[in-house]
């Protein structure tokens, strides 16, 4: 059976970059007590007219300039956002009009913090159905449209961003470089997490939402690293959603991931939702941190409550 493979990443964020100490002047906080807690130091703000759209736009365009595709060959848009606030035309379609893609199946997809890895896993299982051939895949958030910046509790821990992948099917006898995923939720918690009403702003039981990611999680993530016949020790990169430093190393301590670089892009960008794992994913690949060919798991978590992990084979 054809499998896909993730062969090009991108990403963008937007210039402005926010301290943890011009937050201690908006609220009643501090850069020590960010930094020990969640371990941010900075994060990027999109500027007022600067949207989903824009962002996913320059993020995918990047990822197609390095895929060696042009935009013809692509036949799939998905975008993985919590935070558009159009509705309609959808992102994907935008950045299929950005991109000159004639005539893609275009589809936003809405999960919160895990998204980019369902967005994947549905790009993957689209191409194996023989229903598309070449997809680009994005994660992006402007997150700041939807904080509370009187909030302490909140506003300290997100940032604006994209991340974008281009995925293509395999060639004959070629192996899949998407694993299975694994993917559900947790709808008995799904108010510990909330961006409801309007306007609507972020709301968290932080405390809850930080217990279940740091024991529900753990299994998942083997479960994804066994349905793709790859034990722990064998993982290069280890790239979970950007939440929390504290959530990354409880997750990564429980995985005996012996031989893994931890994706910490938290520190420079905040949790930007569906964003964080291609960001911090594409940031590793340019660094050139991690072998072409290597596997790497994908953990993403989150709002709904929602989980979708996979192991892919790194571009
Ligand atoms: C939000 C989070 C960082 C808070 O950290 P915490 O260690 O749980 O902190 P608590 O909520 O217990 O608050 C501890 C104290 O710090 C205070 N506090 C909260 N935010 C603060 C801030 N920005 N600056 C200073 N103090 C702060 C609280 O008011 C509380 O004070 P009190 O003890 O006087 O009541 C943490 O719970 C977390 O990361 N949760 C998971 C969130 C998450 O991942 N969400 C997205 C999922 S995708």
Same mark, same amino acid.
């Given at each position: 059976m054809t499998g896909s493979r993730v062969i090009s990443l991108g990403h963008y964020q937007p210039s402005r970059v926010v301290t943890n100490d011009e937050l201690a002047q908006i609220v009643d906080t501090s850069d020590e007590w960010i930094r020990d807690r969640v371990g941010i130091q900075q994060r990027r703000i999109a500027a007022d007219g600067e949207t989903v759209a824009d962002m996913a736009g320059i993020a995918a365009e990047k990822a197609l300039a390095g895929s060696g595709l042009s935009a013809t060959d692509i036949d799939m848009v998905i975008v993985a956002t919590c935070s558009s606030v159009d509705r309609c035309p959808n992102v994907a379609s935008r950045v299929a009009a950005h991109l000159g893609i004639a005539a893609p199946a275009a589809?936003?997809?809405? #999960?919160?913090?895990?998204?980019?890895?369902?967005?994947?896993?549905?790009?993957?299982?689209?191409?194996?159905?023989?229903?598309?051939?070449?997809?680009?895949?994005?994660?992006?958030? &402007?997150?700041?449209?939807? #904080?509370?910046?009187?909030?302490?509790t909140t506003c300290i821990l997100f940032g604006d961003g994209a991340g974008a992948a281009v995925v293509r099917a395999t060639a004959d006898g070629e192996e899949p470089g998407v694993g299975p995923v694994v993917w559900g939720s947790a709808p008995d918690k799904k108010d510990t997490l909330k961006i409801e009403g309007w306007r609507p702003y972020i709301w968290q039981e932080g405390q809850a939402v930080f217990r279940w990611a740091t024991t529900a999680i753990p299994p998942i993530a083997l479960q994804a690293c066994e349905r793709a016949g790859v034990d722990p020790s064998e993982i290069a990169a280890f790239v979970?959603?950007?939440?929390?430093?504290?959530?990354?190393?409880?997750?990564?301590?429980?995985?005996?991931?012996?031989?893994?670089?931890?994706? &910490?892009?938290?520190?420079?960008?905040?949790? #930007?939702?569906?964003?964080?794992?291609?960001?911090?994913?594409?940031?590793?690949?340019?660094?050139?941190?991690?072998?072409?060919?290597?596997?790497?798991?994908?953990?993403?978590?989150?709002?709904?409550? #929602?989980?979708?992990?996979?192991?892919?084979?790194?571009?």
């Open positions: 589809m936003d997809l809405n #999960t919160a913090c895990s998204g980019f890895s369902y967005a994947l896993a549905t790009a993957d299982h689209a191409i194996r159905a023989g229903a598309a051939h070449n997809a680009i895949v994005v994660g992006a958030e &402007k997150l700041s449209d939807l #904080t509370d910046w009187t909030d302490r979970a959603h950007q939440a929390n430093a504290r959530i990354i190393d409880g997750i990564a301590k429980r995985l005996n991931l012996t031989n893994a670089i931890i994706a &910490k892009d938290i520190v420079e960008s905040g949790n #930007t939702s569906a964003a964080s794992i291609p960001l911090a994913l594409s940031k590793l690949v340019e660094r050139r941190e991690v072998p072409s060919g290597a596997p790497v798991l994908l953990m993403g978590f989150g709002g709904g409550l #929602t989980y979708s992990g996979q192991v892919i084979r790194c571009p």
